[in-house]
């Protein structure tokens, strides 16, 4: 299987899983509203998330759409830079995961005009996510760990060549 193929499916599984946990949620949770997990600490929790974390922003549809969109553009942009060498691939998950998120939660802005949230820790009354917010969140900490630990400078020099005084970029 090809480079972009391998991609295109990790991408689409990712996504598949996030709409398809959504769509459980709208068909069997909503009605009920919730189940308890683990009592007083983890449930599973049906809201219609108009906003973003912690109720911000409310019904503010077209901002996050375009903040969505100049993200993906800059998600495409980015994996246009890295090389294909296996050195890069835990930063193409990084990509991967955090297009699929941002993706799933942009399907449910168009179609449903609110985010499906469902998972709850109520032990710290932690804001209500779902799995495109888990994508995200975990894509946002391996990121920071590959960069504390693991990507030198030249790494980033490779992605993103400095200009030089001629205007050339280095390699």
Same mark, same amino acid.
């Given at each position: ?6 991609? $295109?499916?990790?991408?689409?599984? =990712?996504?598949?899983? @996030?709409?398809?946990?959504? =769509? ?9 509203? *919730? ?7 983890? &449930?599973? %929790?049906?809201?219609?998330?108009? /906003? $973003?974390?912690? /109720? ?7 901002? !996050?759409?375009?903040?969505? =969109?100049?993200?993906? $553009? ?8 890295? +090389?294909? &060498?296996?050195?890069?691939? +835990? ?8 297009? $699929? ?15 499906? @949230?469902?998972?709850?820790? *109520?032990?710290?009354?932690? +804001? ?22 693991? %990507? ?7 992605? !993103? ?8 970029? &280095?390699?």
């Amino acid at each position: 299987m090809g480079k972009k193929l391998k991609a $295109a499916v990790i991408f689409i599984i =990712l996504l598949l899983a @996030d709409q398809l946990t959504k =769509l459980w949620a709208v068909k069997v949770l909503k009605p009920i509203g *919730s189940i308890p997990v683990i009592r007083n600490v983890l &449930e599973i %929790y049906y809201v219609e998330n108009r /906003g $973003a974390a912690f /109720g911000i922003m409310q019904n503010k549809q077209w901002f !996050f759409l375009i903040i969505t =969109l100049a993200v993906l $553009a800059g998600l495409i942009w980015i994996s246009g830079k890295i +090389p294909e &060498e296996r050195h890069f691939t +835990p930063l193409k998950i990084c990509l991967y995961f955090v297009g $699929a998120g941002a993706v799933g939660n942009m399907i449910d802005r168009i179609f449903r005009k609110y985010v499906v @949230d469902f998972v709850y820790f *109520s032990l710290i009354n932690f +804001p209500v996510f779902n799995v495109a917010d888990i994508y995200v969140t975990v894509a946002a900490v391996m990121l920071v760990i590959l960069i504390l630990f693991f %990507y030198q400078e030249e790494d980033f020099d490779r992605i !993103f060549p400095k200009k030089t005084k001629e205007g050339r970029r &280095e390699l």
